[in-house]
């Protein structure tokens, strides 16, 4: 059925049930796992003294910890159900084109994500990025709420 199956979080407690079920699924099917982050780029959105105080080095220092820590906690869940893992950090993507990106270089034949429910106004706000992965792909797709 499966044998690469890519696994996005973004290291929140809404993306730790993609991680469970894709992981569980993983090893139902000795699949094959990559676990990917994707961080957006830096954008310079304020001005002046605000900026200085959050700079584009430091952004990239932080984002590279939340990378780390979200993916490692993958990598430990997928150790310890023997399942094999590797894990990617994709930089300056918008995070549906960046999974959608990863799962093609990658040669994945299912993707898992969460969906964090929004509606109505948060939803317009923030959009949603598992929305924007389920339109743009031709593979399947396993949404976690």
Known sequence: MYKSILIATDGSEFAR?????G???ANALNARVT????????VEVLSGEAVLAYSEEEYERDMTSRAAHGLGVVAERASALGVQC??????????AEGILRAANERGC?????????RRGLQRLMFGSQTHRVL???TLPVLVCR
């Open 86 to 95: 590797e894990t990617i950090h994709v930089r300056d993507q918008h995070p």
């Open 109 to 117: 034949d299912l993707i898992v994500i969460a969906s964090h429910g």
């Open 35 to 42: 676990a990917v982050l994707v961080t957006e780029p830096w």
């Open 135 to 137: 339109t743009k792909t």
């Open 23 to 25: 992981l569980a699924l």
């Open 17 to 21: 049930r993609a991680i469970d079920q």
